[in-house]
């Protein structure tokens, strides 16, 4: 069964420095997420992403982060300067383009230590 | 921002018994709900899904309830196996706000054998 996957699984780095978080969407699907899940809170929205652009992004997206699809399979994220609160799990997902499929399929998730 | 709550933070069930989850919502814009699974440090797993424009949807030992007046949703999972225990989050979506999941805040459920 097709599945999005994530890399690296766990990252660590100091404050300050860039990260790129990476994901594989499910082939053929054509709108992608970006979520996050601070250690013991819910899991929150950050950017949506369809035909090359953001479709919306959450208060939280500043402009310190940034999404891109460089090619044909991978969609990343991009802290340009990491703040300690930027720690927490960081999980892309991706929906089929199916009118009437709003299911949304995650990937394992990024565990980002911002030290 | 409280727009999905998950009222219970766990629930304790024995095996071959039924788990009733619940969720309430105040958007009334929301239009498409899911129930996922998550483990610690995994991803969310999809269970179920249900359209506001219906009131249930089964899936094998998964049935999910919708009461749009009441704005709750329900989750049903008969008989409970060990392997169920997990967190399970309630998230809710609408097309009008570009289909980004809310997600409740979750409810740990264990299934004693």
């Known amino acids: 069964e097709p599945e999005v996957t994530q890399t690296p699984s766990h990252q660590v780095t100091q404050m300050g420095q860039e990260v790129i978080l990476r994901c594989v969407p499910i082939?053929?699907?054509?709108?992608f997420y970006w979520y996050r899940q601070i250690l013991g809170q819910k899991v929150e929205f950050l950017v949506s992403f369809y035909n090359n652009e953001i479709s919306e992004k959450s208060e939280i997206f500043d402009d310190q982060f940034s999404v891109e699809r460089p090619d044909g399979s991978n969609f990343t994220l991009k802290i340009r300067s990491t703040k300690l609160e930027d720690s927490a799990m960081y999980f892309c997902a991706s929906r089929p383009t199916v009118e009437g499929s709003e299911t949304q399929y995650f990937g394992p998730g990024t565990r980002l230590l911002v030290l | 921002d409280q727009q999905v709550k998950q009222n219970s933070p766990s629930l304790s069930v024995q095996e071959g018994r039924i788990s009733i989850l619940n969720c309430d919502y105040t958007?009334?814009?929301?239009?498409?709900f899911l129930w996922y699974k998550k483990y610690p440090a995994e991803g969310p797993t999809f269970l179920i899904s249900?359209?506001?424009?219906?009131d249930k949807n089964e899936d094998g030992r998964f049935t999910v309830f919708l009461n749009k007046s009441a704005k709750h949703l329900s989750l049903h999972i008969v008989p409970s196996q060990p392997g169920d225990s997990a967190v399970y989050f309630c998230a809710a979506s609408a097309r009008g706000y570009g289909n980004k999941l809310v997600f409740g805040a979750g409810t740990i459920l264990r299934v004693k054998s």
């Open positions: 958007n009334s814009m929301f239009d498409y």
């Open positions: 082939s053929n699907h054509l709108y």
């Open positions: 249900i359209s506001s424009i219906k």
